[in-house]
């Protein structure tokens, strides 16, 4: 079983959709959890943390739900600009040596479409 | 921008030849993550640089090793290249003891032939 696992994609919408992302991850010791944004040919670009309580930030909403190892992201009113891959990171941390490591999903893609 | 970069930004090399990459960091920050992010998958950890050593090193053979330098900038080297090692190379920068935020920079794309 792969650490972090995505939805497999691509998600073609339309503008004004909703569309959730789902990721799950095996190692119960991970601490913290992120939606990175990946804009074709570019970097991974930091979206937004990913708490139990739920974060929202304007049109996106993420969730973690610790017991069932489970992370989402919600976009709302999907925009032209949104087109990107959504990587799910899970981060641990090494007791041994201290280093944090950042585990990436493969990456959903969504597409939206005018 | 992160105030991360890269060089070079492409990059192609025949199968069996090294390669050297190279990242400075963003200012005052003092460790470096190296990650492989071939296509269609997310980056994977190769290793993390602090105090010019090897902290940390992820599911990668020892022909992939790394430099860090007192002014924090690294290097990644990566000897006998193999086709599978064709992919985007990006090092991120971030403080000793805040791993959870790291900054990307935008990468070396690497092709093998």
């Known amino acids: 079983r792969k650490e972090v696992e995505q939805d497999p994609g691509p998600f073609n919408v339309p503008e004004g959709a909703t569309v959730a992302f789902n990721c799950t991850y095996s190692?119960?010791?991970?601490?913290?959890f992120f939606w990175y944004r990946q804009d074709c040919r570019k970097e991974p670009k930091l979206l937004m943390s990913?708490?139990?309580s739920g974060n929202e930030d304007g049109r996106f909403t993420a969730q973690l739900n610790r017991a069932s190892q489970y992370i989402s992201l919600l976009i709302r009113d999907s925009k032209l600009s949104d087109s990107a891959t959504y990587l799910c990171?899970?981060?641990?941390?090494?007791?041994?040596?201290?280093?944090?490591?950042?585990?990436f999903g493969k990456g959903t893609m969504l597409l939206v479409s005018p | 921008e992160t105030g991360v970069t890269q060089s070079p930004t492409h990059l192609i090399k025949t199968r069996g030849q090294q390669v050297t990459l190279r990242c400075s960091s963003q200012?005052?920050?003092?460790?470096v993550s190296w990650y492989q992010q071939a296509l269609g998958q997310g980056p994977q950890f190769i290793f993390q640089?602090?105090?010019?050593?090897e902290n940390g090193r992820g599911n990668f053979p020892p022909r992939f090793s790394g430099l860090q330098f007192p002014n924090y900038s690294s290097e990644l080297n990566v000897n006998a290249l193999e086709l599978d090692d064709s992919a985007l190379y990006l090092c991120?920068?971030?403080?000793w003891g805040q791993g959870e935020t790291q900054y990307f920079g935008p990468g070396t794309r690497l092709l093998v032939l």
């Open positions: 190692n119960s010791a991970s601490q913290s």
């Open positions: 990171v899970v981060i641990s941390l090494s007791m041994n040596s201290g280093y944090s490591t950042l585990t």
């Open positions: 640089y602090y105090r010019e050593e």
């Open positions: 991120a920068s971030s403080l």
């Open positions: 990913v708490y139990s």
């Open positions: 200012s005052g920050h003092n460790t």
